[in-house]
């Protein structure tokens, strides 16, 4: 398991000399984590300068590049000499000597599928932790081959995975003024990097990009995020389409989150109600230092540490189970990648400078940032939601040290224009392959998913829900667009969901014309419709198929083009005037009330869904029933005929009287053009 690798980095200074007693609790409690792991970190690394001949290539281009050669094993209908590979450095800018490492691979699928970055936390740690051992093109054995991952991220998008901050993996730099402190550096070497990368890659650069990773990733990618929408804002270079970002089992808002970890604890059954109490005790502490951090400065931040640092120690104190996944006593050893990337002919391959040593985690860069992992990355994260940036939450179940408890906790507690509404959410199965994977919750962009029988690194405990999650997410499969009302008799315990015809016509027509709560008139004002159908069920109106209404995807290969044992007429035309529903639906105020993402517009009527269900039915009838009444009754209304009805078991049919397409429209009928 990868786990510990990315977390258990967080926040140590290492050496190689013994931990004294004298070492703050934290230090002490964060190097054994990393012994266990096999993993020994070193403090002087990767300040470097490569020798001469390297100098001409390395030192005074702005990105060196070379196709990945390696040997890989196994089938996955491509070899590595089809897909673009590629290993290469990017000289930062705003630095004196910094380089940053990375490795990109083309979607096995399409080249125009998304860009997908992925980071590795510590902080400190090498993403090739990542790529070896959870999401990338293949896996590394204990034998130290490579066989091909079936379910690597690169099927659905073009990977990128970077050594960052500086000084971690293989990036480098000949100055230690360069080794970042904060969240704020390391987001502006992150962002030169991008502008680097998509200047030499341009055909990559309208791809749609989303930023990913775990641990750690909490407090780099939040910062990241809001580094690109700024850049792009104030049109600082490049425009970078940056769609989302997800993280994994990530530590965002400290405090909430170390104080989730006893709760996690005794719901899990690692310590007993005793424990629990007296571990909770230290909570009040953790909270009140976590936020001194954000105002006093680096001496608080640390102190910060020790305290909420301390409720870990104790719950492991109490019961030693791997802080990554608590269903195993000892984790996983982790040292193989350190092991292959040092290979003289792997490094080769890479284009790494000779004399340069691989190390997965970087006890320099980790001591560097000290301070900023306590600070609080949450505090960025509505602004990013108001501008309809997607954001993906995912937490495997059994993570100790990131878990699930103090994740959801900051999530629902974030204070956003959505926060009440993704609240009332329901929370429902994700599903893979039929069978329940995870919960998920959803309202407009932001998204959260529980990842069943998974520690901190989900993509390597679960490969393929990880991928189908991914794939889901990007497509804008989690983001269907629907409308609740809950039944204004709550006695009502039936849920009924609404779906409007077309194909391709959002069900907002029947919601604002026909059984909704209220009607909206042609001024664009709400009345109370008297006859709604929430006066006797729970109603749910879906905008479906993909593609309508407010439900968007990012691919065209969404918008769905056949219905199986469904073929009917489609008319285009629209009987009666529904424009004001579509001007209703376009003022701003109301978009954001709604949760919609900026930028997605609403369409009353799709018509390439339309034309995709058209151009996909066969016109032949699969199946017929065949319906037989008894006999024929009179349906009434206040005691007079409104039509007749016909009912043999399940089945019903039912002849309104004076109605048109729209039963249920009470409002005044307008010119047809049928």
């Known amino acids: 398991m990868v786990p510990v690798l990315n977390y258990l980095f967080i926040l140590v200074l290492f050496s190689h000399s013994p931990i004294s007693s004298a070492t703050s ?42 196709p990945l050669r390696l040997p890989v094993l196994g089938e996955s209908g491509a070899t590595v000499h089809d897909l673009a590979h590629l290993a290469g450095y990017v000289r930062i800018k705003h630095t004196i000597g910094g380089r940053m490492f990375y490795y990109f691979f083309q979607s096995r699928n399409e080249k125009a599928a998304p860009v997908v970055i992925w980071l590795t936390g510590g902080p400190g740690c090498s993403s090739a932790i990542g790529l070896f051992n959870e999401n990338g093109p293949f896996h590394l054995t204990k034998n130290l081959s490579l066989v091909w991952n079936d379910y690597g991220w690169d099927k659905v998008a073009n990977m990128i995975y970077i050594d960052q901050p500086i000084g971690t993996g293989f990036s480098y730099t000949s100055s230690e003024k360069d080794i970042r402190h904060d969240e704020k550096g390391v987001s502006d070497d992150l962002y030169d990097f991008l502008q680097g990368f998509f200047k030499k890659h341009p055909d990559y650069v309208k791809n749609d990009l989303y930023i990913t990773g775990e641990s750690y990733g909490g407090h780099y990618i939040p910062a990241f995020a809001a580094r690109i929408n700024k850049g792009n804002k104030n049109k600082e ?26 709760d996690f604890a005794y719901m899990n059954k690692l310590i007993n109600l ?39 120690h104790e719950i492991l104190s109490v019961n030693p189970v791997c802080v990554y996944d608590i269903r195993r006593n000892k984790c996983h050893d982790l040292s193989a990648v350190d092991e292959f990337l040092n290979i003289p002919s792997v490094k080769k391959a890479l284009g790494v400078p000779k004399g340069l040593y691989y190390k997965s985690c970087s006890g320099m860069v980790n001591e560097a940032m000290a301070a900023d992992i306590m600070r609080n990355l949450e505090v960025g994260l509505p602004d990013l939601l108001e501008d309809g940036i997607e ?74 829900a990880s991928l ?7 497509n804008g499969k989690l983001k269907m667009f629907y409308y609740i009302f809950q039944s204004r008799n709550k006695k009502d315990n039936h ?67 056949d219905e199986k044992g469904v073929i009917y007429d489609i008319r285009r035309q629209i009987c009666y005037d529904m424009s004001a529903i579509e001007k209703f639906l376009h003022i ?52 007079k005929e409104a039509g007749v009805l016909k009912n043999h078991g399940p089945l019903t049919f039912l002849k309104v009287q004076n109605a048109g397409h729209m039963v249920q429209w009470i409002n005044q009928r307008l010119h047809c053009r049928c």
């Open 25 to 66: 609790l934290h230090t002490r409690t964060r190097y054994e984590l990393i012994e266990a792991l096999n993993l020994h970190p070193r403090r002087d690394i990767n300040i470097f300068k490569p020798n001469t001949s390297e100098s001409a290539s390395i030192t005074n281009s702005r990105i060196v590049e070379k």
């Open 237 to 262: 270079g490049i425009h970078i389409n940056l769609k989302g970002f997800a993280i994994g089992n990530g530590l965002t808002e400290p405090g909430p989150q170390f104080g989730a970890d006893p």
């Open 274 to 312: 005793e424990d629990y109490i007296r571990i909770s005790q230290m909570v009040p502490e953790c909270t009140k230092a976590a936020k001194k951090c954000g105002t006093n400065g680096t001496d608080s931040c640390l102190d910060a540490s020790d305290k909420c640092w301390e409720i870990l």
């Open 391 to 464: 954001m993906l939450i995912y937490v495997g179940e059994y993570d100790l040290i990131c878990n699930v408890v103090g994740n959801f906790r900051w999530v629902t507690a974030m204070k956003w224009s959505g926060q009440s509404d993704f609240e009332a959410c329901e929370i429902v199965k994700f599903k893979v392959d039929g069978k329940e994977a995870g919960r998920l919750q959803s309202h407009g962009p932001l998204t959260f998913l529980w990842v069943n029988n998974a520690g901190h690194m989900v993509p390597m405990d679960q490969p393929k």
């Open 468 to 474: 189908q999650m991914l794939k889901m997410w990007m």
């Open 495 to 561: 849920v009924v969901i609404w779906l409007a015809g077309g194909p391709g016509c959002s069900s907002s027509i029947a919601l604002f014309r026909e059984n909704g709560p209220f009607h909206l008139t042609n001024n664009l004002f709400l009345v109370w419709n008297d006859y709604g159908w929430d006066k006797v069920a729970n109603m749910i109106y879906i905008d479906q198929p993909i593609g309508t209404g407010f439900s968007y995807t990012s691919s065209e290969k969404d918008i769905r083009n």
């Open 588 to 639: 701003t105020s109301m978009k954001k009330a709604l949760g919609v993402p900026r930028g997605v517009n609403y369409a009353i009527c799709n018509h390439v869904v339309n034309y995709a269900m058209r151009m996909g039915n066969s016109g032949e009838v699969v199946g017929s029933t065949r319906f037989e009444a008894s006999y024929v009754v009179r349906s009434k209304v206040d005691g």
